[in-house]
């Protein structure tokens, strides 16, 4: 049936800042307010187009529909569940406001399979249309904050008992049924064991019952279930009405075929209790599906808590018992956190974030009641399974606290759900859905909303992931907000296990998300889409648990990211991945808008990729199975990923030859992320004040050498591998391992690719040698075919441990246990970097290379075994050599002349080439494998005044070549060069020919060249060379025998074999260079408060009214209470003074006092009746207590008689 409200008259309405109070609203209680004044069935659609107050749960309905002039308001003092299939807002939907915060309780449930909604472009939604207003201000809760202490399952209190840890564990694990355990409580109040057993209801319902008539009175009795309960109705010989009628006898002194447990399915269901015998009061009990675990728990006399839970899981053969008895402190863990959390009450649903690798170590939990807590303390209802890690560490400079996030809010929407994925969703195959029902509610705003803020919600239950375009909350291509003045937000939200991402921005301006709670998410988190989007805030938001998803969504979503950032117009602070099986924060940037914002001209072609970051700032990333934090890659039009960003701010980002731009980014943390912390891609990036730690890999930071040879910097960080935060270790290990599937990875802080790179002001740690896996502070990206230039230079290092055999490794190369030990890649033969060495006398510049005979050419170079490096003095540089693309794979092998035998051979699959001494004591040849090629370009990077590298070049003897160079000189052909005769003129220093002149000795084949530089390298040059000029020269082979390509015999002869001497070595120790913690001011710090923010003091609300007495009658107590929320304290302001709790007495009646016997007299004297015959007596009175207020007088006799006899 379609009920409609339609307008019958001008309607005035008032700006009350609360809109449950604004005049002229209809109640949806009262009959009249609708047509034919009848209240509303199941199943009928509502077209409302009047204001409607929303004070009653009405039944449930099919679509509402809230059409222009029309609004829904809800009434903040009733509670309400709505459940509807869709809500479509075309008016305005309101609840609360900014003003009035709505503070009563709201459920929004959206129903329907998708079977049912078949057709529906938008399906299962509250859709914002053209003109449409939703407002949504839930109560203001603190949304989430960080513990300031380590909790764990140890962490406090005792534990007198534990199931799993005992034998019993062992004994019970391939069985099912009803597991039971027995305990006495002795006199000095501590538990006993007494009994235990695991019964199969059916085949030992018998034994069951002999187990329950042995428990005592005062025994304590606790049930849960191992695996699954067995029940069959139909057999014959089934025991189970032995226990059901054992167990209700019990618990209520006869058979009543009324108990809980007698109504327990063989479906997956579970049963759990807990009761001392005698004790009316003790009695839990509890009852769930498949697939829910639970855990409950009675507190006895204030002392023990005795605990009984199953765990969830998909299946029967999941649900395994646990049972514990502990004080309070190992029952109800007490957490301190670093903000006020009074607004967080009993009940509400929070987590607690993993600080470990493993991001599914997040913990849920609930507030517990705690009457002793400060505003910076709670309980939560159960102990912790792992550690939660609570310091910040080296000097205040990582801050490693685990994060602690509300899910509960007082206004709900979700979605209803099946309990398992019907095959109308079309994707129960997948197993990226999980075996779940995927097909969520979702919140939808499409282009022409009038106004919509979103505060103070709990979404649960959302997205669609069997549908494109259905998220949880999603503007959709709705370009500019209405009113820049004020934009639309979405701030203090929580949503959790979402199917399709959290919230969606696509095509849309100038949101703000803020302080937001993301958690158990499939696919990506925060998403912006098409990469047209701009001017997004993002600003204290949290995610937690990001899946992998199926392609069904995007092609990334097997790379899942808790924030995906597809266009650098973003304001990105104090931001929180905590955890997910992908990556925690990446920006990535197609090189233009995709989708339908292809045409919105929001972005030009190759814009995205000239355009700086408008502010990063702050950011944390964390327990992530890849990468905590990415800056890389590219979004082609097809949504898939494809390698380098080729990021490089422009002044004018329209205009990619307008000049490049330095810019930074800052404070960022990253730990415990398996692969790596931090991947820093682009060009004249700035990064400081890092913090990463506990990784594979700590940090990288290159220029992908595609980006006008500018790389960037890294300064003012701390770089740890092994920290105190241990983790929860694998068996056999004495901490948690990042790849535990690559056990012996190498593990390095920074990691070195491309460059040039700037490091300097780096404070390193924890790099101890073990016999697990390589470390050291600095290494390069393994496997790589890319060459590493000796002008990547690191500055002012100072590490915090002796380096040496046996100790810690500053650098590392090469492959670990092996020395040299090196990969085939190419990248692999080029290792180097330029160190400047803070010593006692000054700053010394060395030259670190591969130690073999070619790189380690120089007389003064030395071999550091635990590095499997050579250092140097001599100057060093790199030849570089780059083939066209047709000659790549041309293996090149790179000879030196004095020791023909010291060779490396590379297979040139990019530009590249060997590390060469610059002072000209050294010279070079180039050889080749197969065919000449036709046309190359050889760089002498490095190079500066002063500088000299001769090399000869292999050509056909019958060669017809070209040459030419453009910088030191123009050189536009072979006769502006000057050809010598020999090698001797050719080396002969000469200020007016050196760089100008060649020698070809027709006899070998060999073109030699000596490379020069006429400027130095500044100390802020971004590039190998000064101004990024280095001297280079062209060779053009025309014709000759063109596999007449390698000279080394004809040239070398019997050289080739000359016996390598052996390298000299340099083992001393390197005393550390830095002090136990960081200088002040280096790295990330602390992550909150946030420094971003303005500091808010708290502010008292106003008293409640008294409670009832909390006896209803005697002595009692009242209690009011307050809270530190107006406003509520922020960013490191300072907390309310003054009590929260107030009690006072109270007294209602006296309570009524039952009379009670005093004890009998002595039996008095023998009346004689008869004869010697006769009796005595002996009495008592109901006074012991005389019964009073209307107590229950004394039942039974006041006297007793009885014979005796006289004679």
């Not at 650098?811 to 330029?834: C, L, S």
């Not at 007596?1177 to 006074?1183: D, L, Q």
Request: aromatic fraction near 10%.
């Amino acid at each position: 049936m379609i009920v409609a409200v339609f307008l019958t008259g001008l309607v005035v309405v008032c700006s009350a800042s609360c809109p449950h109070q604004r005049q002229g609203l209809k109640r949806w209680s009262d009959v009249t307010t609708w047509n034919a004044h009848n209240k509303l069935l199941e199943g009928d659609s509502v077209f409302i187009a009047e204001p409607i107050l929303l004070d009653e749960s009405p039944p449930d309905l099919e679509n509402i529909t809230i059409e222009t002039g029309g609004s829904l308001v809800a009434d903040p003092e009733s509670k309400v569940t709505l459940r509807a299939a869709n809500i479509y807002v075309w008016g305005s939907l309101e609840i609360g406001s900014e003003e009035c915060l709505f503070d009563g309780e709201l459920t929004i449930t959206l129903t329907g399979t998708r079977e049912s909604h078949a057709g529906e472009k938008n399906p299962k939604v509250i859709l914002v249309q053209n003109g449409g207003i939703l407002e949504i201000h839930g109560k203001s809760k603190l949304p989430w904050t960080k513990i300031s202490r380590t909790v764990g399952p140890s962490s406090a209190g005792e534990v007198y008992f534990e199931h799993k840890t005992s034998e019993n564990a062992d004994v019970e694990y391939y069985k099912k049924g009803l597991s039971i355990y027995t305990f006495t409580i002795d006199t000095e109040g501590m538990p006993q064991f007494k009994q235990f057993g695991v019964y199969d209801l059916v085949w030992e319902g018998k034994n069951f019952a002999d187990h329950i008539n042995n428990v005592a009175d005062g025994d304590m009795v606790m049930m849960s279930t191992q695996r699954y309960i067995h029940r069959d109705d139909s057999h014959a010989k089934s025991q189970q009405f032995l226990a059901y009628d054992a167990l209700e006898t019990l618990l209520y002194g006869e058979v009543n075929n009324a108990g809980i447990l007698r109504s327990v399915p063989d479906d997956g269901t579970t049963y759990g209790l807990i009761y001392q015998k005698g004790n009316t009061d003790s009695l839990v009990e509890i009852t769930k599906p498949l697939g829910e675990g639970f855990r409950i728990h009675y507190i006895w006399n204030d002392k023990l808590v005795f605990a009984a839970e199953t765990g969830s899981g998909p299946n029967y053969y999941y649900h395994l018992d646990n049972f514990r008895i502990s004080d309070i402190d190992a029952a109800f863990p007490l957490l301190d956190v670093i903000d006020d959390v009074s607004s967080w009450m009993p009940g509400d649903k929070l987590i607690v974030t993993s600080t470990d690798y493993d991001w599914q170590q997040t913990e849920e939990r609930t507030v517990f009641e705690c009457n002793t807590c400060t505003a910076r303390q709670l309980r939560v209802n159960a102990p912790f399974e792992y550690t939660h890690f609570g310091k910040i560490i080296k000097g205040n400079t990582i801050d490693m606290r685990a994060e602690i996030a509300l899910l509960t809010r007082n206004v709900v929407i979700e979605g209803e759900m099946e309990d398992t994925c019907p095959p109308g969703n079309g994707n129960c195959d997948d197993i990226y859905v999980y075996g779940w029902d995927t097909f969520g509610a979702h919140v939808k705003v499409l282009y022409g909303y009038a106004s919509v803020h979103i505060e103070g919600v709990e979404l649960r239950n959302v997205g669609q992931h069997t549908d494109l375009g259905r998220y949880p909350l999603h503007f959709h291509m709705c370009l500019d907000p209405p009113d820049s003045s004020n934009p639309p937000y979405i701030k203090e939200v929580s949503i959790h296990h979402s199917f399709a991402r959290c919230i969606t921005i696509h095509g849309t301006n100038e949101v703000q998300l803020i302080d937001n709670v993301c958690y158990d998410h499939i696919g990506h988190g925060y998403f912006l889409e098409d990469g047209s989007e701009k001017g997004t805030l993002f600003d204290g938001n949290l995610a937690v648990g990001a899946r992998r998803g199926s392609t069904d969504l995007e092609p990334t979503d097997v790379h899942p990211t808790s924030f995906w950032i597809t266009n650098p117009n973003v304001r990105f602070v104090n931001n929180f991945a905590a955890g997910g099986q992908g990556t925690g924060i990446w920006f990535v940037f197609p090189d233009e808008p995709m989708g339908p914002s292809k045409h919105l001209n929001a972005m030009d072609l190759y814009e995205a990729k000239s355009t700086a970051v408008t502010q990063f700032y702050n950011n944390v990333a964390h327990s992530n199975v890849h990468k905590g934090i990415m800056f890389g890659n590219r979004l082609t039009a097809s949504r898939t990923l494809m390698c380098c960003n080729h990021w490089q701010p422009r002044a004018d980002p329209k205009d990619p030859e307008s000049d490049p731009i330095e810019i930074s980014i800052s404070k960022i943390t990253a730990y415990k992320n398996r692969r790596l912390n931090i991947w820093a891609e682009g060009g004249l990036i700035n990064w400081t004040h890092i913090s990463v730690s506990d990784s594979t890999n700590g940090i990288m930071v290159h220029n992908d050498q595609l980006v006008d040879r500018f790389s960037g910097r890294l300064m003012k960080s701390v770089i740890v591998d092994n920290s105190e935060n241990i983790g929860e270790p694998e068996e056999g290990d004495s901490r948690s391992i990042p790849m535990y599937w690559e056990r012996n990875a190498p593990h390095t802080g920074v990691t070195m690719w491309f460059g040039p790179t700037k490091f300097s002001e780096l404070w390193l740690d924890g790099f101890e040698q073990n016999d697990l896996y390589d470390t050291g502070a600095i290494g390069l990206k393994r496997d790589s075919p890319y060459l590493f230039p000796m002008t990547n230079e690191f500055r002012d290092i100072q590490h915090a441990f002796d380096d040496g055999p046996g100790l810690s490794n500053l650098a590392i190369t090469g492959t670990f246990g092996v020395n040299p030990g090196w990969p085939d890649d190419d990248g692999q033969k080029v290792t180097g970097f330029t160190w400047y060495r803070n010593m006692p006398e000054g700053v010394r510049r060395y030259y670190v290379v591969r130690p073999d005979h070619l790189s380690a050419a120089a007389d003064d170079c030395k071999v550091r075994s635990n590095w499997r490096l050579a250092i140097c003095e001599t100057k060093y540089g790199d030849l570089k050599l780059r083939l066209r693309k047709a000659d790549k794979n041309k293996g090149a092998v790179y000879v030196r002349d004095d020791l023909p035998s010291a060779q490396v051979t590379m297979k040139m699959e990019f530009t590249n080439g060997p590390q060469v001494v610059l002072d000209g004591s050294r010279s070079y040849t180039v050889h080749f494998l197969g065919e000449i090629p036709g046309e190359m370009r050889i760089k002498g990077e490095g190079m500066e005044i002063g500088d000299v590298l001769r090399v000869g070049f292999c050509l056909p003897k019958d060669a017809v070549f070209r040459i030419s160079s453009f910088w030191p000189y123009r050189l536009r052909s072979a006769d502006y060069f000057t050809k010598v005769n020999s090698l001797e003129e050719l080396d002969a220093e000469s200020s007016e020919l050196d760089g100008k002149k060649y020698f070809y000795d027709d006899s070998t084949g060999m073109l030699y060249y000596k490379f020069i530089n006429n400027k130095d390298r500044g100390p802020n040059e971004w590039n190998s060379c000064a101004d990024g000029k280095c001297p280079y020269l062209n060779i053009y082979v025309d014709s000759g025998t063109m596999d007449d390509a390698d000279c080394r015999e004809r040239l070398y002869g019997d050289k080739l074999n000359m016996p390598k001497p052996a390298l000299p070595t340099f083992d001393d120790v390197l005393p550390a260079t830095g002090a136990s913690v960081p200088p002040q001011g280096w790295g990330a710090g602390v992550t909150r408060p946030f420094t971003t923010r303005d500091v808010v003091d708290g502010g008292l609300s106003d008293w409640t009214g008294w409670s009832r007495c909390s006896v209803s009658c005697g002595d009692g107590t009242q209690r009011r209470i307050r809270k530190c929320d107006t406003p509520r304290p922020q960013n490191g302001g300072k907390d309310c003074e003054g009590p929260l709790k107030e009690e006072k007495p109270c007294f209602d009646k006296a309570c009524p006092i039952d009379g009670d016997f005093s004890e009998w007299t002595t039996w008095g004297e023998c009346q004689k009746t008869d004869d010697c015959a006769g009796f005595s007596r002996r009495t008592r009175e109901c006074s012991n207590p005389e019964p009073r207020h209307g107590g229950i007088y004394c039942t039974g006799a006041v006297d007793e008689v009885q014979p005796c006899t006289v004679c």
